[in-house]
């Protein structure tokens, strides 16, 4: 009868954290750029075999009930959003894969989707909040004025004519070594400067995250963790007389 608890345990401990991760997706779908997280959790007895194996994963035989579920991964999803013309000068998007670079007021180097870009106090393109954005050479872009705009491959001219610079389109052979930081970029990882990558002027990728599937499954969540809650509260009940009734005889 108690074993009940790990598995009501397990199923309120899950579907909180699908409840976290699905809010995160929902607040962020005006985000220019932001792409949704997916979490996915394991039986214990796997992550038990995954941590004893060597590796190549193998492992000894530890048990045959699992009655928990302990978290495994929180997945980002790289799809593409999709393209929304804004005719703003220094709004870019990527077509394709790859990210924009941007340094940090500490000098690390971050990367992200988002391309609503802005001119800082210095005249250096940057994105509002988060730090300058970087070339290819991972070289801050002086650009002085916003009366400008973009070629196909990220190159930036001023209205008058004349090359600025080119904005810096990075690619990985691997993005599960990204991790999004505190402030929504990814980090983790040494970004290659693509050759060829397609840049739109006047563009923005939107939120690749689809709001009716978010509902659906925040509403089939909930319902889950209060039916856990709920026969939580009758194994309680049940122990309680348990004890207090059938022991007396």
């Not at 001219?157 to 070594?177: K, N």
Request: net charge negative.
């Amino acid at each position: 009868m108690f074993k009940g608890f790990y598995n009501l345990t397990s199923s309120m401990l899950t579907h909180q954290q699908n409840l976290n991760v699905i809010a995160n997706n929902m607040v962020n779908i005006s985000t220019a750029g932001y792409k949704q997280d997916r979490y996915t959790a394991s039986t214990f007895d796997d992550v038990m075999y995954s941590r004893m194996g060597n590796k190549h994963n193998t492992g000894q035989e530890i048990g045959r009930q699992s009655y928990i579920r302990a978290a495994s991964q929180i997945y980002t999803d790289y799809t593409q959003g999709t393209l929304e013309p804004t005719g703003v000068a220094l709004d870019f998007a990527i077509h394709g894969d790859g990210f924009f670079a941007v340094q940090d007021p500490d000098g690390g180097i971050a990367y992200t989707r988002m391309g609503n870009f802005s001119l800082d106090d210095a005249g250096y393109l940057c994105l509002p909040g988060y730090g300058q954005v970087l070339n290819p050479e991972l070289q801050p872009i002086y650009l002085g004025t916003d009366q400008i705009y973009g070629g196909n491959q990220g190159t930036i001219y001023y209205d008058e004519g004349g090359l600025i610079g080119q904005l810096g389109v990075f690619l990985f052979e691997d993005t599960g070594a990204l991790e999004r930081n505190g402030e929504g970029l990814f980090v983790g990882a040494q970004g290659t400067a693509a050759q060829d990558a397609e840049v739109l002027n006047g563009y923005l990728e939107r939120s690749n995250t689809d709001i009716v599937k978010q509902m659906t499954e925040m509403i089939t969540y909930q319902r889950a963790l209060q039916s856990a809650a709920q026969v939580s509260k009758m194994y309680d009940q049940l122990m309680t007389k348990a004890t207090t009734e059938i022991g007396r005889m």
